[in-house]
C-alpha cells in the first residue's frame, strides 16, 4: 500500500506540473487549484488506502484466527502492517532524499554559481534530474514517510487498546476511525479555499491547517464519546473517554504549534531568516554560522511541545494516552499531505516554464506559488519530525506494554516496566548507544550525498566542457547520464544506513535483552529527534534567505551576497532533504521492529548476558 500511494503521488504530481505551467499563463488561481489538487490527490489516496488497509487486515485476520487467540495477539500481528509501511519509508525517504540532493547540488554549484546560468536553465545537464528527485523526495518520500507514521501509530495504539479494551470492536478500531475520520474533514476544508491573489497564497495553505484541525477538535470529541468506554483500566490505573479526546486533542494542538513554530523560523517573512540572509553580507562563512544557530535554536520550542504532550497524555490515560496523541498530530494528515506534495507541483511546474521558454509572467505566478510551497514544506518536515518522535514514543509503549505482559505469562512475578531504570547499567549504556546512532545516521547519509554530488559535479563539468554548443543552445546535453548517477548513487548509498536502522535495535535485543533495547530505543529517539528539527530548519532558513536576496533584497541576484546565500543553501539542501527528514525513519523504525520481534526477544534475547 505504501509503494502504491508513492506511486498514485508521483504519477499525478507529474502529470499535475505540466497542467500548472499552462494554468499559470491563464491566471494565479487556476495554477493554484491545480497544484493544491494534484497534492490532494497524494494526501487522499495515502490516508484513505492506510485506513482501508488496516481495517481489511484486521478482518480477514479475526476471520482466518482461531476464536480462542486473544486480542492482544491479533493486535500483535498486525503490527506487521506498520513494518512494511516503514520498509518503504527506508527506501523513498532515504533514498529519495540522496537522489534528489545529489542532483540539486550538482545543478546549483555547476550550473548557478561556476557557469552562471538560471536556475532549471535548460542547458544544465543535471535540470532534468533535479525535478525528478523532487518527486522521488518530496512528494513519495514524505508519503512513505507519514504513511509510516500514520501505521504505526495506529498499530501501537491498537496494541495497548487491545489490552485495556479486550474484546470492545468499538474501543479497538478507535485508531482507525480517527484518520478515516480525517478524509471527509479534510475534503470540507480544501472546498473552502479560494485564492485570487498573489498575497493570498502562503495564508490560504497555513489557513487550511488551522481549519481542519478545529473542525476535527469538534468531531472527534463525539466520536470518541460514542466509541470509548466512558470508564476503563489500564495496568490497575482507572482512565475515561473524556481523557482520551483530551489526549487526541493534546496532539492535534501539538501539531499544529510546532508547524507554526517551524513557519517562523523557515519564512523569510520573519526575522530569523532575514538574520541568516543578512549575514550573507560578510561572506558564506557566516552565513552557514547564522543558518546552523538558528537551527540548533528552532528545536526548543518544537520539543517543549511535543513535551507537553507527551506529559499531558501520559497523565490522562498512560501509555494508550500517548498513542492516542500521536494519531491527534497526525489527524489532519491529509492536509498535511496536500500542502506538502503542493510544493514540488508548483517548483517543477516553474521548472518547465523555464526549460519551455514561456513568457516571463508564467515563471512569475509559478514563483508566487513555489515561494509558499516552501514555506508550507518546511512546516510539513516540521509536522512529520513532530508525529515521528510521537509515533516512535507509543511504539516504544506498546513495546514495553507487550513485553511485560509477556513476560508475565512465563512468570507471573516479573515486573519488566519496574526494572527500567536509569540506575541499571545495562540501560544506561543503551541510552548512551541509542544517543549516538542518530549521528552516525546522519553522517552516513551526508556522506552518501556529497559522494554522488560529487560525481554528478564532475558528469556536469564533464559536459559542459566536452559537449560543443551547450552554452550557446545548439548543443543538447546528456540528461540521462545525470538522472543515471542519480539512481544508481540512491540504490546503492542508502545500504548502509539501512543495515544500521535495522541491525542495532535486533542486535542489542537478542545480545543484551529487553533493558538494554529500551535504552536504546529511548537514546536514539531524543537525540535523532533534536537532530531532524535542526538540521531540517537549518537547511529551509538557507533556501527562504537565498529566494529573500533573489526577490530584490540585499541587492538581488548576481551580488556577491546572493553567492554566499547559493553555497548555505547547497550545504542545507542535504540537511532538510535527506539527513533531518531521514532521521523519522531511522526512530520509527528502531522501535517497530522492536515491537514486531518483541516475542523473540523475550525468550531469546539477552544471549551475553548469560555469559556474564
Known amino acids: 500500500i505504501s509503494i502504491a500511494s508513492g506511486y498514485i503521488g508521483m504519477k499525478i504530481a507529474t502529470a499535475g506540473n505540466v497542467r500548472t505551467t499552462v494554468s499559470a499563463n491563464q491566471s494565479l488561481s487556476s495554477a493554484f487549484n491545480l497544484a493544491l489538487h494534484s497534492g490532494a490527490v497524494m494526501g487522499f489516496a495515502l490516508v484513505s488506502l492506510a485506513s482501508l488497509g488496516m481495517l481489511l487486515i484486521y478482518l480477514v485476520l479475526k476471520y482466518l484466527m482461531p476464536d480462542d487467540v486473544s486480542p492482544h495477539v491479533l493486535m500483535e500481528v498486525i503490527a506487521g502492517f506498520g513494518l512494511g509501511g516503514s520498509s518503504i519509508a527506508l527506501f523513498a525517504r532515504v533514498g529519495g532524499g540522496i537522489f534528489t540532493k545529489a542532483a540539486d547540488v550538482g545543478a546549483d554549484l555547476v550550473g548557478k554559481v561556476e557557469a552562471g546560468i538560471p536556475e532549471d536553465d535548460p542547458r544544465n545537464p543535471a535540470v532534468i534530474a533535479d525535478n525528478?528527485?523532487?518527486?522521488?523526495?518530496?512528494?513519495?518520500?514524505?508519503?512513505?514517510?507519514?504513511?509510516?507514521?500514520?501505521?504505526?501509530?495506529?498499530?501501537?495504539?491498537?496494541?495497548?487498546?487491545?489490552?485495556?479494551?479486550?474484546?470492545?470492536?468499538?474501543?479497538?478500531?478507535?485508531?482507525?476511525?480517527?484518520?478515516?475520520?480525517?478524509?471527509?474533514?479534510?475534503?470540507?476544508?480544501?472546498?473552502?479555499?479560494?485564492?485570487?491573489?498573489?498575497?493570498?497564497?502562503?495564508?490560504?495553505?497555513?489557513?487550511?491547517?488551522?481549519?481542519?484541525?478545529?473542525?476535527?477538535?469538534?468531531?472527534?470529541?463525539?466520536?470518541?464519546?460514542?466509541?470509548?468506554?466512558?470508564?476503563?483500566?489500564?495496568?490497575?490505573?482507572?482512565?475515561?473517554?473524556?481523557?482520551?479526546?483530551?489526549?487526541?486533542?493534546?496532539?492535534?494542538?501539538?501539531?499544529?504549534?510546532?508547524?507554526?513554530?517551524?513557519?517562523?523560523?523557515?519564512?523569510?517573512?520573519?526575522?530569523?531568516?532575514?538574520?541568516?540572509?543578512?549575514?550573507?553580507?560578510?561572506?558564506?562563512?557566516?552565513?552557514?554560522?547564522?543558518?546552523?544557530?538558528?537551527?540548533?535554536?528552532?528545536?526548543?520550542?518544537?520539543?517543549?511541545?511535543?513535551?507537553?504532550?507527551?506529559?499531558?497524555?501520559?497523565?490522562?490515560?498512560?501509555?494508550?494516552?500517548?498513542?492516542?496523541?500521536?494519531?491527534?498530530?497526525?489527524?489532519?494528515?491529509?492536509?498535511?499531505?496536500?500542502?506538502?506534495?503542493?510544493?514540488?507541483?508548483?517548483?517543477?511546474?516553474?521548472?518547465?516554464?523555464?526549460?519551455?521558454?514561456?513568457?516571463?509572467?508564467?515563471?512569475?505566478?509559478?514563483?508566487?506559488?513555489?515561494?509558499?510551497?516552501?514555506?508550507?514544506?518546511?512546516?510539513?518536515?516540521?509536522?512529520?519530525?513532530?508525529?515521528?518522535?510521537?509515533?516512535?514514543?507509543?511504539?516504544?509503549?506498546?513495546?514495553?506494554?507487550?513485553?511485560?505482559?509477556?513476560?508475565?505469562?512465563?512468570?507471573?512475578?516479573?515486573?519488566?516496566?519496574?526494572?527500567?531504570?536509569?540506575?541499571?547499567?545495562?540501560?544506561?549504556?543503551?541510552?548512551?548507544?541509542?544517543?549516538?546512532?542518530?549521528?552516525?545516521?546522519?553522517?552516513?547519509?551526508?556522506?552518501s550525498v556529497g559522494a554522488a554530488a560529487f560525481k554528478m559535479i564532475e558528469e556536469v563539468r564533464r559536459q559542459f566542457r566536452e559537449i560543443p554548443g551547450i552554452m550557446e543552445g545548439t548543443g543538447e546535453p546528456d540528461y540521462a547520464q545525470c538522472v543515471a548517477i542519480s539512481t544508481k548513487a540512491a540504490v546503492r548509498e542508502m545500504v548502509p544506513p539501512g543495515i544500521l536502522i535495522m541491525g542495532a535495535p535486533l542486535v542489542t535485543g537478542f545480545l543484551f535483552g529487553i533493558q538494554a533495547t529500551a535504552g536504546l530505543l529511548a537514546g536514539s529517539l531524543v537525540t535523532g529527534g533534536v537532530l531532524a528539527i535542526s538540521a531540517s530548519n537549518s537547511g529551509g532558513a538557507w533556501d527562504n534567505a537565498k529566494k529573500y536576496i533573489e526577490a530584490g533584497n540585499l541587492g538581488g541576484k548576481g551580488t556577491e551576497n546572493h553567492k554566499a546565500a547559493v553555497v548555505g543553501d547547497t550545504v542545507g539542501d542535504p540537511l532538510k532533504d535527506t539527513s533531518g527528514p531521514s532521521l523519522n525513519i531511522l526512530i520509527k523504525l528502531s522501535a517497530i521492529l522492536s515491537l514486531v520481534f518483541v516475542p523473540f526477544f523475550v525468550q531469546y534475547g539477552g544471549i551475553l548476558l548469560k555469559f556474564m
Open 132 to 447: 525528478v528527485g523532487d518527486n522521488v523526495g518530496d512528494v513519495a518520500g514524505m508519503g512513505a514517510d507519514l504513511f509510516g507514521s500514520c501505521a504505526e501509530s495506529t498499530c501501537a495504539a491498537m496494541v495497548i487498546s487491545a489490552i485495556a479494551f479486550g474484546g470492545n470492536v468499538d474501543a479497538l478500531l478507535y485508531p482507525i476511525a480517527i484518520s478515516a475520520i480525517g478524509i471527509p474533514v479534510s475534503l470540507i476544508t480544501i472546498l473552502m479555499i479560494r485564492v485570487n491573489t498573489e498575497a493570498q497564497v502562503g495564508p490560504a495553505l497555513k489557513r487550511m491547517l488551522i481549519i481542519s484541525s478545529a473542525i476535527m477538535a469538534v468531531v472527534m470529541y463525539f466520536v470518541t464519546d460514542m466509541l470509548i468506554p466512558a470508564d476503563f483500566e489500564i495496568a490497575g490505573t482507572a482512565y475515561t473517554s473524556l481523557g482520551v479526546y483530551l489526549c487526541f486533542l493534546t496532539g492535534l494542538v501539538a501539531g499544529l504549534v510546532v508547524g507554526l513554530i517551524t513557519e517562523y523560523y523557515t519564512s523569510d517573512a520573519y526575522s530569523p531568516v532575514r538574520e541568516v540572509a543578512e549575514s550573507c553580507q560578510t561572506g558564506a562563512a557566516t552565513n552557514i554560522i547564522f543558518g546552523l544557530a538558528l537551527g540548533y535554536k528552532s528545536a526548543v520550542g518544537p520539543y517543549l511541545a511535543i513535551g507537553l504532550a507527551i506529559y499531558i497524555p501520559w497523565m490522562l490515560a498512560g501509555m494508550y494516552g500517548i498513542a492516542i496523541a500521536s494519531l491527534g498530530m497526525l489527524g489532519t494528515l491529509v492536509i498535511a499531505l496536500t500542502i506538502d506534495a503542493y510544493g514540488p507541483v508548483a517548483d517543477n511546474a516553474g521548472g518547465i516554464a523555464e526549460m519551455a521558454g514561456m513568457p516571463e509572467h508564467v515563471r512569475e505566478r509559478t514563483d508566487v506559488l513555489d515561494s509558499a510551497g516552501n514555506t508550507t514544506a518546511a512546516i510539513g518536515k516540521g509536522f512529520a519530525i513532530g508525529a515521528a518522535i510521537l509515533t516512535s514514543l507509543a511504539l516504544f509503549g506498546a513495546f514495553l506494554t507487550r513485553a511485560d505482559l509477556l513476560m508475565k505469562e512465563q512468570n507471573p512475578s516479573s515486573d519488566l516496566l519496574g526494572s527500567i531504570n536509569l540506575l541499571d547499567p545495562m540501560v544506561f549504556t543503551g541510552l548512551f548507544i541509542g544517543a549516538v546512532i542518530p549521528a552516525l545516521f546522519s553522517a552516513m547519509t551526508m556522506k
